[in-house]
């Protein structure tokens, strides 16, 4: 069963595999649907109301913050150590814990999936991706890569079970990678794809490796013994990949 | 540690070159000339006032303010260079890390030497590690699939993104 949600300023598209009862489905996609909503409600820094909101205008303390908050606000300090600054939650100013929080809530929303009974799903959240099980036709998960010049193609397709998908390009939204050593829009690579266990996580280094420019490169090979795989393309259309990219046949 | 200066870095052998060339040039101006791959200071802008480098060598001279520990530094020698070994900061480029150091005696450079991080954790962005990604050029397709990873998009433009498309096949 499928389902495309408008949420958090963008599209999440929820796909379920798995042989079971329709209004059984349904109420699974109507439980993802609303922990994304109220993840938005809770994280966005473009509502007013919002925890983050709140603790930007220092309304309230870390210490009075959610055990969610509290979470994200140390793996986005986890995160910044890891990827020497490069990962950045205040890389524009204030508190912004965008970058993590839409990966980790799908990553919570897949294991939630998985717990009520839905093994086989692919859950992408405007380009990052998490897949578990295989796809309806029992094989595993089909994800292409989008061509980074071409918005029509593919520049890799990948065969993947229970992996995390993340792409990071300057191709979308113009110049809003930004390098946080420099504070210059983001240059050198064009397209960082990162594979792995964990969606937060994948997202997160994509993002670090696109804002490193091409000294990226380096730092995604020392990943690869942690279990995170990845593509990337530079500005010229150099295309490297991990030895290990699950590469569909 | 790791500054922006990586474009400009060649291959741990251009890097050697650059030295060795400048070494057998004109020693005073190895630290001073030599470009951001071996910016032995690494810390430009960020050095204490106290550490810039003094009349006696070229203005452009950032990367000869060495952060070296202080317990390395000798007298300083007749061209200004003080004696010690002085190690740039590790400098990443697409090849790995490199760090650069130099061997002041008697005010002169008497060895330069650029190497790799051995340790076990920089050991993985070696050459070997660089070298573990396959490069070639980018390829374009259409296949078959069940969802497309991409930069990400907004509400707006999703509409005429792939994964609309293939969202809409599956309505």
């Known amino acids: ?249 | 540690m790791r500054r922006s200066t990586a474009a400009a870095v060649g291959t741990l052998t251009g890097a050697a070159l650059i030295v060795g060339v400048r070494l057998s040039v004109s020693a005073p101006a190895v630290p001073a000339a030599a470009p951001p791959a071996v910016d032995l200071a690494g810390s430009g802008q960020d050095a204490p006032p106290s550490k810039k480098p003094s009349g006696k060598k070229p203005s452009n001279s950032d990367s000869s303010d060495a952060d070296a520990d202080s317990s390395s530094e000798g007298a300083a020698g007749g061209t200004g260079l003080k004696n010690g070994i002085f190690k740039g900061t590790a400098v990443k480029n697409p090849y790995g890390t490199i760090q650069v150091s130099i061997r002041v005696e008697g005010g002169k450079i008497t060895a330069a030497d650029a190497t790799y991080p051995t340790t076990a954790d920089s050991a993985t962005i070696n050459p070997p590690a660089i070298a573990s990604l396959k490069q070639s050029t980018v390829q374009s397709q259409s296949a078959d699939v069940d969802a497309v990873s991409g930069a990400t998009f907004t509400s707006e433009s999703y509409v005429k993104s792939l994964q609309a498309a293939i969202d809409k096949a599956n309505a």
């Open chain 1, 1 to 249: 069963m499928h389902h495309a949600e408008h949420v958090m300023g963008t599209v999440v598209s929820i796909d379920l595999a798995d042989d079971l009862p329709a209004p059984v489905l349904r109420a699974m996609i109507g439980d993802v649907c609303s922990w994304l909503h109220e993840v938005d409600r809770r994280f966005s820094t473009y509502r007013d109301d919002s925890e983050v909101s709140r603790l930007r205008r220092r309304e309230i303390d870390v210490s009075d913050c959610s055990a969610d908050l509290r979470h994200v606000l140390e793996a986005c300090a986890d995160l910044w150590r890891e990827t020497d600054g490069y990962f950045d939650a205040y890389a524009a100013g204030p508190l912004d814990p965008s970058g993590y929080v839409k990966g980790w809530s799908v990553e919570v929303a897949s294991a939630r999936l998985a717990e009520a009974g839905s093994v086989n799903h692919c859950l992408n959240a405007g380009g990052d991706i998490r897949a578990r099980g295989l796809s309806a036709k029992g094989e595993p998960w089909r994800v292409g890569i989008r061509h980074p010049w071409e918005p029509d193609k593919l520049s890799w397709v990948l065969a993947v079970t229970d992996r995390a998908v993340a792409t990071s390009g300057i191709y979308e939204r113009g110049d809003h990678v930004f390098n946080p050593r420099t504070r210059e829009p983001a240059h050198g690579l064009r397209s960082v794809t990162v594979v792995g266990p964990d969606l937060a996580l994948t997202d997160a280094y994509a993002t670090a490796a696109l804002a490193m420019g091409e000294a990226g490169l380096a730092w995604l090979a020392k990943l690869t013994p942690e279990g995170y795989e990845s593509a990337a393309v530079t500005d010229d259309g150099r295309a490297f990949t991990s030895s290990g990219l699950p590469t569909a046949a």
